[in-house]
């Protein structure tokens, strides 16, 4: 049973224009209006995020990017600083997504230091660490995610990382329709929270939110969010359209309130 406040984070991915996201938006809120909810990200693309941010009602809906660059300026052409975003109303950045991983090359190390810049800027990351279908089958899983948490997280303080969200989200599962099984959502997020104890104190690790995504949708939300360790959702293609993500909100605040 989840005792932290669930999140529930949309990944537009390169979907959506500015004015879309605006209604969009304001559409929800206008649902969800003065009900308790839990955290809603919206994260848009980088030409949406100031316009929505101007157009937000006072919702107490968040706002995230999905990508930062680590230095704070520069000739980096098409790159983004930690600044710029937070100019924009930006509170959460999602930072190595497999698509980034695996389309644009990011390593870990890069990874690294774009965490390291996020938090050292006011700002909460959301941390994308997943296995591939490969990885899964050979038995590579732990080692993965080790790997992953280990060079991601390194040189992290202790004391930033309780502003730190993790996202697991296994490759094979997103954008396919197959979600992780709820066992396997259990079992490896338990591996997560072994990982991060090996990395920092107990009690910082249990403040830390992870988030399953991978497919989530409002047929298979009830039975993921009931998944012991799972505090809430990455969802991709389920958050562009406005019925199934209200859906998706309503049952993860329905779980957390009983
Ligand atoms: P889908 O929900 O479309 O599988 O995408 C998940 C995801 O990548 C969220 O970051």
Request: hydrophobic share 40%.
């Amino acid at each position: 049973m989840i005792t932290k406040k669930p999140i529930v984070a949309a990944n537009w991915k390169m979907y959506k224009t500015p004015q879309e996201g605006v209604t969009f938006v304001i559409e929800i809120c206008n649902l969800l209006l003065d009900k308790e909810k839990p955290t809603i990200i919206f994260c848009p693309s980088f030409t949406s995020l100031f316009h929505i941010n101007e157009n937000l009602p006072d919702s107490g809906i968040e706002l995230g990017s999905q990508n930062v660059y680590f230095e704070s300026e520069g000739a980096f052409t098409g790159e983004t600083s930690v600044q710029m975003l937070k100019d924009c109303g930006v509170r959460y950045v999602i930072i190595g997504h497999s698509e980034r991983r695996h389309i644009f090359n990011e390593n870990n190390a890069s990874l690294n230091k774009k965490l390291h810049v996020v938090l050292d800027n006011g700002l909460v990351p959301i941390f994308c660490i997943g296995e591939t279908f490969d990885d899964r089958n050979a038995g590579y899983t732990q080692r993965i995610l080790k790997e992953q948490l280990a060079k991601g997280l390194d040189g992290i303080k202790g004391q930033l990382i309780d502003r730190m969200v993790i996202a697991y989200e296994p490759v094979w599962a997103i954008g396919t329709g197959v979600n992780a099984e709820p066992k396997q959502v259990e079992d490896t997020h338990l591996q997560i929270n072994e990982l991060l104890a090996e990395l920092y104190a107990n009690e910082l690790v249990k403040q830390i939110p992870i988030l399953y995504g991978g497919s989530v949708k409002p047929e298979n939300a009830k039975a993921l969010i009931e998944v012991e360790g799972v505090d809430g959702f990455l969802v991709g293609g389920a958050s562009l359209k406005l019925e199934l993500f209200f859906k998706i909100i309503k049952i993860v605040n329905n779980n957390y309130m009983g």
